[in-house]
């Protein structure tokens, strides 16, 4: 099955600084990889996704790119904001079949002021 | 929509008793899927079910958990006996795969306590 391993698992940056997390799978069929943003105490929400026959997409501060040769993609936040310390996780799966959601650990990024 | 809803938001439970978590999904979504979050390990996909139906259960850890999805609108993940080791917040997601919209949305979760 899909596995999906997530650096750093912690990152800490000045306001202001960008931060980048990196995933990796290796189920070649995986098709959509969505990012997801965990406040504390609080449910994981979606932030940004990425499909296959995309590169790269780009929402504000935050972008996400793929490499499906390669079997990576990536988070990027530019300018980042004290509210943008949270918990990132980054997924993997088939979407159009039955796909479910396989998830990084999890990286815990904190913006200081 | 009110979202997925879980219930209870926290259980606190001794050692040995049977523990049931229940969520209803977003009308409409065919999909649902239990994780388990803990510090350790993460976000790990326990087991999903596809109109109604559990696709793939490998996540589960043991025998101690069971989940069943009698209809389209109510899921359950039972532990019996529970053990100190389950203590983690467990999530319920629910999404409608195929589509161009396929965001998976997350209930609030349950937050175990096995003491």
């Known amino acids: 099955g899909e596995n999906v391993e997530q650096h750093p698992s912690t990152l800490s940056v000045q306001e202001g600084d960008s931060a980048v997390i990196k995933c990796t799978y290796s189920?070649?069929?995986?098709?959509?990889f969505p990012w997801y943003k965990q406040e504390l105490g609080k449910r994981p929400q979606l932030i940004i996704d990425?499909?296959?026959?995309?590169g790269e997409k780009k929402d504000q501060r935050i972008a996400v790119t793929l490499n499906k040769t390669a079997k990576h993609f990536s988070l990027h936040i530019t300018e980042t904001q004290p509210e943008d310390s949270a918990v990132y996780f980054c997924?993997?799966?088939?979407?159009?079949?039955?796909?479910?959601?396989?998830f990084g650990k999890g990286t815990k990024l904190s913006v200081k002021p | 929509d009110a979202g997925v809803i879980q219930s209870p938001r926290h259980e606190v439970t001794e050692m040995g008793q049977e523990v049931t978590l229940r969520c209803k999904p977003i009308?409409?979504?065919?999909?649902l899927f239990w994780y388990r979050q803990t510090m350790m390990r993460g976000l790990e996909l326990l087991i999903y079910?596809?109109?109604?139906?559990?696709?793939?259960d490998s996540g589960m850890p043991e025998d101690r958990f069971s989940a069943k999805m009698p209809n389209a609108s109510f899921s359950t993940l039972k532990i019996q006996p529970s053990e100190p080791r389950d203590s983690a917040v467990y999530f319920c997601?629910?999404?409608?795969?195929?589509?161009?919209?396929?965001?998976?949305?997350f209930g609030q979760g349950t937050r175990l306590t096995v003491v």
């Open positions: 997924a993997a799966s088939i979407r159009g079949s039955q796909g479910n959601l396989i």
């Open positions: 079910f596809n109109n109604n139906v559990p696709i793939d």
């Open positions: 990425i499909r296959s026959n995309v």
């Open positions: 009308s409409g979504h065919n999909s």
């Open positions: 189920d070649s069929a995986s098709n959509y």
């Open positions: 997601a629910s999404s409608l795969p195929g589509t161009l919209n396929t965001e998976a949305f």
